[in-house]
């Protein structure tokens, strides 16, 4: 049979296949040396990562060896302080080195401890940061133990968890029926509490609190989103929030080292995921994490 007699689906689907044919024979080559390359980059990427995440670990583990002798030496400081006042008050002087005494015991009693308090409060704040620190380090170094999750499950014991933020800020928290999907289940139950106690933490001053939690599967990922109607971020924050530290001025909200957002972002990675932000300043935030609904997508 030539080709004039074939039926043209037939013909149509020979000229496809010959045309497919010619395509992979060209283009292979170049596809695979782009994928070659991708995957070298992504390596690269990752050994980068790793390289910064030990840095970050060494940094804040070797900083609080000094931390600890700081605070240390000046309790003993202060107490030296003491000793030499009660030393001064024993010695008996008259005329001027009267004045003199007075003065060293002024001093001794309302500059020393004033100094020494501004130490003690500013190391236990560097105390604070550098523990962050090891958290976030800490949550970059961890090796994953991805399974199966009921994220129904997962989700509903996280809100538990928060009962009483949740009862003492009279929210509203509704949760959607969630797909499941395959990660750690402890990382990824951190990340949902950073998310939905941020959430709560946020919140406007004019309305009670309504938080939900929603999910869905598209291909081979899932999406799971933490909506509010707190004081929302305006644009100008809206990259930085997931810096270490990076917390928003003026939002009125005091406690908090601006840690969370970033830890969240180490457990989308490390899930090779992501998470995405959408806010409107004095409406709301929703804060979407993306991650891989099977097991094989983590191999
Ligand atoms: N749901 C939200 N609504 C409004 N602002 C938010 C929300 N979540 C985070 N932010 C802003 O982003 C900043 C960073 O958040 P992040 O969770 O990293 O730190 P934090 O809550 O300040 O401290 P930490 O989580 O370490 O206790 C916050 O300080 C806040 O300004
Ligand atoms: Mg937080």
Redesign the pocket.
């Known amino acids: 049979m030539n080709g004039l007699s074939e039926r043209p689906e037939a013909l149509r689907e020979k000229i496809i296949g010959l045309g497919e044919k010619s395509i992979r024979k060209s283009y292979y080559p170049e596809l695979q040396k782009r994928i070659r390359e991708l995957e070298e980059a992504k390596d690269l990427v990752e050994r980068k990562n790793a390289e910064l995440e030990s840095y970050l670990y060494v940094a804040s583990h070797d900083l609080r060896s000094p931390l600890v002798n700081i605070q240390g030496f000046s309790a003993r400081f202060g107490k030296q302080a003491e000793e030499i006042k009660a030393l001064l008050a024993l010695m008996a002087v008259e005329g001027e080195n009267l004045r003199l005494r007075e003065e060293a015991l002024g001093i001794l009693s309302e500059k020393v401890p004033r100094s020494l308090e501004f130490i003690r409060a500013n190391s236990e704040k560097m105390d604070r940061l550098l523990n ?1 620190l090891l958290r976030v380090s800490r949550t970059g170094r961890m090796v994953l133990t991805v399974r199966p999750l009921d994220m129904d499950a997962l989700v509903a014991s996280v809100v538990r968890g928060l009962s009483y933020e949740i009862e003492e800020s009279g929210a509203r928290v509704t949760v959607g029926t969630l797909p499941p999907c395959a990660g750690d289940e402890e990382l990824l139950s951190q990340a949902f509490a ?2 939905i ?3 709560l ?2 919140r406007s001053p004019d309305r009670p609190p309504e938080i939900s939690v929603t999910g869905v599967r598209s291909l081979d990922r899932c999406s799971y989103t ?1 909506r ?1 109607n ?4 305006a644009e100008r ?1 809206l990259e930085r ?2 810096d270490v530290f ?3 001025a003026g ?1 009125g ?1 005091t ?10 972002k180490r457990i989308a990675d490390k899930h090779r995921g992501s998470v995405s932000l959408e ?1 409107r300043e004095g409406e ?2 929703a ?1 979407t994490l993306t991650i891989p609904a099977e097991e094989t997508a983590h191999e």
Do not use: C, P, Q, T
């Open positions: 962050g950073n998310l106690g941020n959430a933490k946020y933490v509010d707190g004081i929302g971020i924050h929030v997931w990076y917390r928003v939002s909200v406690g908090g080292e601006g840690l969370g957002l970033s830890i969240v806010s709301g935030s804060f």
